[in-house]
Structures are given as C-alpha cells and as structure tokens.
C-alpha cells in the first residue's frame, strides 16, 4: 500500500508542491517569529552581559514596582552613597553613573530619533574596568563641560568625527552644543539596541541632566577572591532601605526579560498572522484531499475490491498527507529565514532596530515547524482520508464513483446553531460599548458556523453572482454551472478566502473607527488651538522648556502641558496623566462629574468615574497609588470624571504631584489656547517661530493633529493588511489548485466542449469566469462576516478609546472586487490547461 | 477501385491521398495508408472494417478533430490541413456534427442545453421550428427537461443526434453511435438517421460494425489495414455480410 501511495505522489508532484507550499507559508511565519525572536534574544543577552563586564554587583534606587515600563528609572541618590560603598570591605572599585535623556541633532538641526529606543544621555565611566564593552573606537573619552563622546551608529550615519561640533538638547533647555572628544563602540555592536547615546564625563552629565550631586547607579567591582553575590550582601548591608545591590546576573537577566517581554506583543501578533495563514491552508489541504479522495473513488473501491483492508486505504491517504506535510515543514523552515529577515525590515520601519548577528536556529524552532506542518496538514487531510475508506467495493462497478453529496444532518444543524447563537450575541455586542465577552462568542459563533453552512450558501450565492456571468454567453453559463456543480467544493475554496478577507475587513473596520475616534474626541473634548508633540511618535517628549518660554508670547492666552506615567493601583499596572490644574480646563473637557479640576490639589488625584466605581471608592477616600520611584503614596479623592479619551489615563494628579513621584521632566503634551481674539493662525505662527530652537517639536492645529493620527492608523493597518494578504494569497493559491484538479476531472467534458465548437478562447473564459465566481463568494462572505466581526470588535473596544464606529464602505467593496478579480489571475494556468485538453479524449477515451 | 465521380459541387467531404501514421521510425503504425474518398452531398455512407482497420481516424481526420500526416481534408471545397485550432474549431461548431460512441453530453445540462449547446457557443440561439422538428425526430419532445443522468443510453444518443443536427451542418459523423446499445435503442438511432438523410437531405458519414446497421446506409465503404478495400452502393445485409467475410477470411 505505501507503494501505491508514493506511486500516486510521484505522478503529482506539481499538485505536491502546491499543496505544501500552502501550509509552508503558515509554517514560516511560526519560524520565522521564533528565529527572530531567538536571535534577538541572544543577541540582547550578549549585549548586556558585554555592557556588565567587570562589574560585579551595581546599586540603584528600588523601584517600588517593576514592569517593562519601569525598567530603570531607579530614583537617584546622593553622590555621598558612592563613597559609603567604597568604603565596604572587599569593593576594589566603584563608580557612580548617569542616565538620562539627550537627543542629538545631525548637522542640519534635525533631531536624531531613533524609532523606538530611547536617546540616552549617560556618564562616562572613569574606572575604565567598569565600562563594560563600551570603549572609544575613535578619539576618547569625554572631559570637561564641552565635551561628548557618541556612539559610532550615530557617528557613521549622521557623519560626525573626533573634533566635530554637535548640538544636544536635554529635557530642559534649548540645544547645547559639544565638541565630540570620540566615537564609541559597545562590543561588537555599533549601538544599545538601537538607542542613540551621548556620553559626558559625571560633572557634566549631573549639569546637563540636571542631577546635580546625584547618581542612579553605581558599579561596583570586587577584590580578588569575593564573589559577586559575597559582595553584593556586603554592600546592601550599608544601604539605605530606598537602595538595592544586585549582581550584574540579575541586572543582565532584567534587560533580557525586558526585551523579551517588549517583544512578546510582536510575537503574538506575528504568531496570530500564521495561525490565520495556518487555518487557511488547512482549509486548502482538507479541500484538496477531498477532492482527490473523491476522483480516486474508483480506484480505492478497487483496491477494496481485490481486498485492501480499510487501514490500508487510510493508511495510504495518509501517507500522502504525512509526505506534504513533511515537505510543508521543511519549505516552512527554509522559508521562515527569509521571514525573520523580513520580519526584521518590518520592525525597523517602525521604527525597532535589531541588531545582526548570526541567525539562531534552535531545536524548538525545528520541531515546532515539525509539528505545525505535520499537524496542521495530518489534521486537515483526517476527514477526508476516512472517507476514502468508506467507499464500497461496488463503487468500481459504477459508472460514477462519486454521486451528488448532501451536505449531513449533522453539520446543518450544526451550523444553524451556531449561527443562531452568534447572530445575537454580535447584534448584542454591536448594540452597545465594551461588550467583548459577547464580541467575542458572538464572532466566533458566526464564523464557525457560517463556514459549517458555506456549502448551502454556494448555490444560491452561485445562482445570484453568477447570473450576469451567465449572461455573457455559453461561457459564462457553463462557468455558472460548474462553480455551482459542487457546493462543498467551491464553498471550501470559498471558505478559505472569506477567513483571510474577513479578518483584513474586520481591521479595516477597527482601523476606521479608530481615526473616526481621533476625530471625535478633539472635536468634543479638545478646546485648544493647537496640540504640541515630540516630532516623532516614538520620542519621549519635549522638554519642559517650551512650555515656559510660550507663556511669555502674547499670542497664547492658555498654555497646559501634560504628562504621563505609570503607576499600580491595586497590584494593577495603569497610567496616570499630570496637569496643571488651572489652565487644564480652559484646553480640554474631560466631563468632570464630581469635584472639580481646578481646585484639585498636589496630594489628591481625579479617578474616571468606572474605575472609583469598580473599586468602590467616594468622594473623599484615601487611596493609595503606587510609584514606581517613590512608592505607595496615599492621595485624597478629588474628583471623577467621564470622559478618558482624551486624557488616555484613568488617574489624574497635578503637575507638581508628578515631580515629586517621577524623575523625568518631559511633556508628553502641551496645548495651547489663543488669547481673546488672536486668530488660531497667528498664534500657530508665533509659537512655530519662539518654538524655532526646539527642532523635536511639533506644532500642529487640530486639523493636522487629526491627519497626523490618520496616517499613523494607516500605517499600521497598511502593515497588518501586508502580512494578513499573505492569508489571502495562499487562499488564491487554494482557487488555483481547485480549479487545476476540477479540469483534470472534466477532461472528457472539455474534449466534448471542443469536438462540438468551443474555440480555446471559450474554453479559458469559462474556467477564469469560474474562478472569478468562486473568488466573488468568497468575496462575499468575508466582506460580510469582515464587516459584522469588525464592527462588534470596534464596538468591544469603546474603553480602549474607539468611541465611535465608522464602518467604511469603499475600502471594503475595493477589496472584494480585487479579491474577485484575483480570480482571473488564479485561473490563467488552470484555464489553459483546460484550453489545451486534447479534443480526442473525449471521443476515444475508456 | 475508384469512387463513384462526383462534381466538386455535389460533394460534401474527401480526402485525397489521405495518410496518418502513429508514432515513429519502426514502430509507426499506418493507420491510414492514402486513403481517397468523396462524400456526395445528401448520401448516407458507412463505413465498415475490422477492429484497428482505421476507421475512427479517418473519422476524426475528415471531422478537423486529429490531423493527417500527409494527404488532404476537404470540407466542401475547404482544405482543413493548415488551418489553426480556432478555425477548426469553428468548422466543428458551425458545419459539423457528431455523435460519438459514448460521453456526447455535458453532465451539467439539460437535454435541451445540450442540443443547442453548438449554437449557444456561437452566441446564436436555435430556430424554433427547427428546434422543434428536431427534437421531434428523435421523440424527445418530454425529455427536454432532464439532465443526461437522467435519461436512458438510448435517449442520450438521441440527444446527441439532435444536437448535431441543430446547427444543420454540412456532414453529420457519427462514431459507431449505437455501438452501446441494445438493439431496440440502436434501431430507433438508425430510424432517425435515416429519415434526417432522407427528409432534410443530411450527408452523414457513420462508423460501424454492424452489417444491418450498414445495411439502412446509400453506401458503404470498407477499410482494411488503412485502406479501402472495397465500395458499395446498397449492397443491402447479405452484400455487406459477404463482404465482411471475405475481409475476415
Ligand atoms: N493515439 C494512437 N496512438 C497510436 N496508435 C493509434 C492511436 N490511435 C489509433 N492507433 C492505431 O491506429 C490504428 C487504427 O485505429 P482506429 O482507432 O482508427 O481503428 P478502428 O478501425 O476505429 O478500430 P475499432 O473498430 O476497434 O474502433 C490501430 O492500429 C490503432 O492501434
Ligand atoms: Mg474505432
């Protein structure tokens, strides 16, 4: 038996390939998101244990919480803590250092921002044996005031050399100018992961990162024969409790864990597109064995009838599925290289660089692409391998092997349940805000059971589609008839295009929603004239600076900045936002319900109305808000107010509170309000020119603002719509590979087709109008289902800021259509295979 | 042994010197070694000979569907040789017909569709009356309706034979039409035959082995190894059976 199963794949190989490539698309994804996640993960871990060399115990404030947006924004402490601790018995060394916010601007002014690491501005260590890998590639290190050492990525992409003047601009103050003393290296690597760095000696890094007197951290090396963690108790014991010591193992397994977690949404995300990808093939697979089992019929019965047992045929089937899938995992392998590198370019155009280093292939990633392609392709050719079993010895006797199926009691019923349950649950969720859990079943009733009907959809969406086809002639008929000749057939051909066009309407939903939101939200909330930013998306802010010097501009009558940062509340990790409380409503309605924001005070804090609701809280109430730098603080209760959109925070304290508890001192945001009867374009004016020093901010109306939002929605629907296409694509694919294997069925018909007068022309006209119609239900069904998921999905995530629900019209259709006319292009081969069929088959044939 | 001489005018089909061989070199097989033969317009000819005698090529060589070797097709006065796919294609459609052993119908239409699935693909549709003489000939007036799944071998060759005859072609050929079937069905198949020969003056040329079958055509040509070995004007049963003997013995 196993010979007639390889015999048969032999015969196929084309069909082979195609079939496997479908599931090896889905297996690269899994492999290329775990080759790149390993490799940035080595890399990462060589970096810091590089960075921690010679260091063996470092202290630092103690963050009251930790959490990925915390990391290392320790309290500083007085310089005064560096001697204590060199006075521990058994510190050879130990040097306290800096970090803190620089941003470089190249030559031109325009500021150095690197997508989504930070701008470090740090101390240079003295004690060269505590600087780790970090050592001049060119020049030195930095002395004195005027001088700064830079990283070489910077240094070779923005052209800066030893001698080389170059502006920096701190949290505070317009840019300062430098002379670079060298260029440094970390290791083997050009930079930190991405992050651009200038280096000062620590008189000048406490000058310009306004610690003046104080260090975040010291290093600390140990005298021969003291072990790091000997040591590291030695110097906790003289700590003060807001301090810590940790060895350099656990500061090094904190970055990499930071990274790694950093990068768990991506991989999530990434994970997600290949399991759409997956479930797609799977359709392919299911669809393809079911075919081939179904012209295999006479031949299977035959086989039984000279007494292969049941097994045996199974066995056979499957062979066939495990020699796919096992070519699917090796293609998925192959290919999931490239798509790390892929993946690579796709993170660094939003801005996350990876550093290269060898590709880390590890076991699991084999075995992981082992057991998706093996599994995913065994799983989806299971139903149909058990049917070939069933096929009765008498079958070989018959004329036809294969009759005319109906589609099971079972799967009806099925089916209609689940619509009948998900129908609702969506009409529920889209009815009202944040309904997800109703979301949730309700799209997942809807899809399930929308693809369990999709057969006894096929002949009337057939019938419907398919009539003006029919009205361009005989090929257009014949075309009409075969889509619709076997429903379960074109509805799992179908199927597989309607999942991925549903999911990428379903984000085009969101996606429009979201800037619908945007708009909305300055149109309500908002009463500025103008909305201050970082240039970049990814900064960490403007500097504190630009709110003062446009309080002196008589064009601006209100001027409010705005800041952010974390905090837990109940063990709970949320954001609270920072304002002055006096100007804070003259730029903006958050619909204060209780308590009022002008009067709110230094030691009290605002809370959104749900979340005092959810924790019971009154008017008055001491709650206790944890800081990751100064820990639990006990706040008065305020106020509450509604409306968070705007805000994006659900706490709200002042500015002052805010400098108390964190040590960073950028605005995230600034508004600005024009005096009485100042036009919004002069004020836009006056502030763009008093702001002409500050290159990294932008000033932008609400207009712009609201743009500025879309196009960053855009790009990320434009990215997400990449990587789902390719779900489509292997669905293409499926229609390309059901239409082969129905013209290899028909070539008697096709033969009679021509002997009676059907020109090639015809006779390709007639697959392509077959494939188009194939793809137009699919179209169908998952621009439809594609709306329904998107809007409950939109309207699941009211408390995540999508206050509004657009649902657009013409993405939509524009999609469709093109999914339909890809049609075209999955039948060129089909349709001339089916052209080139030999006339006399049909006559001379059995 | 030269065919009756006939006007170019009065004839519908001949080759000239036909030759087909299969394959190459020494293991060619000749399975027609130049064949000359005319069909006059309106005549009803068989053809007869022992299995591999080459019939159904020179069938499928007269009807544009395989191509010759050396030699030449003529339709009426049309050479076929040398025309390209679509060409031939059109002559099938528009001048020719067919009824071939077995599968002449597309599963997925009805007996209706598939007679006037020639004229369809024209982009044409059928003259009523004439669909309607037709499909009364073959007396499938209440079958119309039925996919082929659905009607009997008999019928289906019924159906075959209107749809040939719908677009009133040049020639008819038929390929040992009643070849599968019982000798009931295979005599209702004749019967038409011979009354759309003798009422609408249809030229058709058929393949078969059956000497009675033979016996309703004008003429009857016989091939042997690739060639003609002999031509008769009604030699009624008992000729035809001699003739097959002496081809046999
Ligand atoms: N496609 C082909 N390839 C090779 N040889 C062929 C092919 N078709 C026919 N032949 C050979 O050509 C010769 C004539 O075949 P043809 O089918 O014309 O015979 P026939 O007279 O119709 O026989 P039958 O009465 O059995 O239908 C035979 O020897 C046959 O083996
Ligand atoms: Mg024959």
Redesign the pocket.
Known sequence: MLRVALKGLAARKLRLVLTAISIALGVSFVTGTFVLGDTMTATFDKMYSDLGQGTDVTVRGRPAFTDTTTLGSGRAMPEAVVDTVRKVPGVAAAEGGLTGYALMLDKSGTPIQPGGAPTLGVSYAQDRGLAGAIAPRAGRGPSGPGETAIDAATARKYGFAPGDRIRIVFESGKPAEFTVAGVLGFGDADNLAGATLAAFDLRTAQTVLRMEGKVDEISVRASDGISPDELRTRVAAVLPADLEAVTSATVAGEASKAVRDGLGFFTTAFLGFAGVSLLVGAFLIWNTFSILVAQRGREHALLRAIGARRRQLLGSVLTEAVAIGLLASALGLGLGLLVAGALRGLLASVGIDVPTTTIELQPRTVVAALVVGLGVTLAAALVPAWKATRIPPIAALRESAAPARTLPKGRIIAGGVLLVAGLPALAWAVAGPSRGGAAAIGSLATFLGLILLAPALVRPLVAVLGAPVARLGMAGALARQNAGRAPRRTASTATALMIGLAVVVAMTVVATSMKASVADVMERANRADLILKASSQLAAGIPADAADELRGLPEAGVVSPMRYGRIQVAGKTTSVAAVDPRTAEQVADIGVSSGSLPKLADGEVMVAADEAKTHGWRLGDEVTLRFPQTGDQVMRLAGTYTDTTLLGAGYLVTLAAHEANFSGRLDAVVLVRAAEGVPADDLKRSVRAALAGYPNVAVQDTDEFNAAQSATVDQLLGLVNVLLGLAVLIALLGVVNTLALSVLERTRELGLLRAVGMTRRQVRACVRWEAVLVAAIGSVLGTVLGLALGTAAARALADEGITVLQVPVALPLVYAVAAAAAGVLAAITPARKAAKVDV?RAV?AE | MSPPSTTLLTTAARAVNAT?L??QGDSA?R??DGVSVEFARGAFTAIM????????????CLAGLDTLTSGEVYIADTPISGMSDNDLTLLRRDRLGFVFQTYNLVPTLTAAENIELPLRLAGRRADPAWFETVVGAVGLARRLRHTPAELSGGQQQRVAAARALITRPEILFA??PTGALDSRSGAELLAFLRRAADEFGQTIVM?T?DPLAAARADRVVF?AD?RIVDDMIRPGADGILDAMKKLGG
Request: proline share 4%; charged share 15%.
């Open positions: 006399l001379v | 087909k299969y394959g097989v399975a027609l000979g022992p299995s591999g005698s080459g019939k159904s090529t020179l069938l499928h390929d040992e393949v082995h091939l690739g």
